[in-house]
């Protein structure tokens, strides 16, 4: 393979497997050998310590309410920033200095980039009388060549929230398609000319990569012995295209994602819709609650009715890092977290967390009206949508460098300073590969 890595290394006790064993495969072929971890210390008796880093609210509670029903093992919680904010940094660094946690919040997205650094533990056998309690596609983003490496916690399929009072006045109807959301885009700019559709965010990658796995992106595979990396594929081009199409008709505003300006534009009804994950449905209540009541969701408009595919932003398993001395105790926990009704049940109040279990939609808190959404059971939309989530779309192993990357040449081309977004995903699509190669990763043509 030449200068081609491995994508879990060669250090330490860890096997090395070829690049194509380590991120090819689905769950379904999973093998049965044991993983190769440090000794469990349960056997020398006594409790069982289980540190664990994450961010997510709600998960300090999770860990107490764990502690009170087992006292053989013990979860000690400690609160991280964000993996982008310097959570992924920090839990890097302790797995070199030997001294990590056992477990760890890693979103999807940034997995891939944890087994190239050779951070993560070997869970298969450990993970498998859980996984029959989990969404197959869920199952599919902790899972490379075979070997299971976390827990899946939430997801983020993906709808549409807008503002049902300014629907109502203008006589728009919510629109099915993407070409029913153009046409109500149009009349809504010629019907009140300072309110948009939507505020378009260049800047926020993870939420155009739900947008393009929806029409069929496939962003990263494995061709033979090396990664395949296609983020200008077709379908990605289109929903570039489409969005393009938008801005130069000047029927979408286009704003920083997460500023001040962005939620002050929603706050005084400027953009009247929202395509996110489910998540957001916390985010609007919080950064925009004096808009409460004015709000409903509806699925995300689909390219083609008869195949109603949705796209997915987000979702935290919990990894098992390297060097962990007892996986099992880990995994344990983790599966509960994941799948015990109360336990979870708690999540999605106290942060919208959205569950990946196949019995999730049947969660008390999954029915509840929300006020903010005019008493709306929202999540109910979701739990539909999360049934067609495209299972197909994967993430490389260089998604920091290639976000930081997608940001720079969306920017230009939305603020028109340089092309179009589509021709932005030629120079996106450049730099993803380099990135790799930069890593010492084998590329495909």
Known sequence: MGKSRTILGATGAMVCVSLVAACGGQPGSQSSAAPS??????????????????????????????????????????????????????MLAAVKAGNAPCLAQVGAETLPSFL???????????????????????????????????????????????????????????????????AAAEKLRKADPEVSITTFTPDDMYGFAGLAQQAGARWFGISGDAWQVRMNDEATVKVANYWQGLIDKKLVDVMPGWSDGLWKNYTDGKSATFVGAVWM???????????????????????????PSVGNVGGSPNAVLKGCANPKEAVDFAAWLSTD??????????????????????????????????????????????????????WGPTMPAVNSVFGEAFGKAANGKGGTLGEAMATIQEKAVASLKDKGLTVAP
Not at 78 to 86: D, F, L, N, W, Y
């Open 281 to 307: 449905t916390k985010v609007l209540e919080d950064s925009i609650s004096k808009t409460s009541g004015k709000w409903a969701v509806a699925p995300m408009p689909v390219w083609d009715v008869s195949s």
């Open 37 to 90: 971890a440090p000794a469990s210390s349960a056997a020398a008796g006594g409790p069982v310590t289980i540190e664990w880093w994450g961010w997510a609210p709600g998960y300090e509670d999770a860990a107490k309410a764990w502690n009170a029903s087992h006292p053989g093992v013990q979860v000690k919680f400690t609160q991280t920033q964000p993996g982008s904010q310097g959570g992924y940094q920090r």
């Open 116 to 182: 190239v650094e050779g951070a993560l533990e070997d869970i298969t056998a450990h993970a498998r009388p859980y996984n029959a309690r989990f969404q197959p596609w869920t199952l599919n983003t902790v899972t490379f060549g075979g070997k299971q490496f976390g827990i899946p916690v939430d997801s983020g399929p993906m709808g549409m929230f807008y503002r049902k009072d300014i629907f109502d006045k203008h006589g728009i109807e919510v629109p099915k398609t993407w070409d029913d959301y153009a």
């Open 341 to 394: 009704a109360t336990a979870f049940n708690d999540l999605i109040d106290k942060g919208g967390l959205f569950p990946v279990t196949v019995d999730g939609g049947s969660l008390p808190n999954m029915s509840g009206a929300r006020p903010f959404y005019g008493d709306q059971k929202v999540f109910q939309v979701f739990a539909e949508a999360s049934k067609n989530v495209s299972p197909d779309f994967s």
